[in-house]
């Protein structure tokens, strides 16, 4: 049942603000994304591939203005107040990983079965030059994110994967750690090349080779969750 690192991602208040963050911080101008009417949302996207990391890309995902409002609360948490007041004032951060996987019904129910909360599978799609994509997603109802974010989000991809017609971007991960995921669902998604602990440290940590050198970004959110201040 093993799965394999399909994306980061990267949560910004505006689509503009994440690529200024990505040209400043990573050196690159991302490559062009797309629009998701389920979710009212829009992205830019750079490969990020290695051979540890096959078919690996980088998302940056804002909340779309020109969208109608989705029916539905949006993906990876981006409508919570306080995840859009950091977004607003510190600037895009990692919030997650997406896992692909061709077991996505019996590796959610597994993960049910641990006591986890993966979501349930959504049908989603947008039109790329190349022609449509398409893939099913698992998603929570209330649009949280399992273990602080840092248990993966899996998807299936029905037919082609966007990382196919993706150019080099001069970007390579080289490394990937998760902190927060009980060990008996990493036994279960045996994530290939990903350093995934139950033990405390920030949700997510990710180590990319760039034009301007190595660059180590972390999430907001780790395990175990700040102590709230005392009263």
Sequence with gaps: MNTHLDHLVVAAHSLEQGVAWCEA???????????????????????????????????????????????????????????QARLRESGPQLIHAVARTLQLDMQRWALITLGLKP????RAGRDTPEGPLAWQILLRDDGELDCAGALPTLIQWEGRHPAQAMPASGLALQALALHGVPDRARALLQLRGVDVHSGPGPALRAVLA???????????????????PAP
Excluded: Q
């Design 25 to 83: 911080t990573l050196g690159v101008t991302p490559g062009p994304g797309g629009r998701h009417s389920l979710m009212g949302t829009h992205n830019r996207l750079a490969k990020i591939a290695t051979d540890a990391f096959p078919d690996a890309y980088f998302e940056i995902i804002a909340i779309d203005p020109e969208a109608a409002p989705p029916r539905r609360v949006r993906w990876f948490g981006l409508d919570d107040p306080a995840l």
């Design 119 to 122: 979501g349930n599978p959504v």
């Design 210 to 228: 760039t034009p301007l050198g190595t660059v180590t970004l972390e999430s907001a959110t780790s395990h175990p969750p700040p102590e709230a």
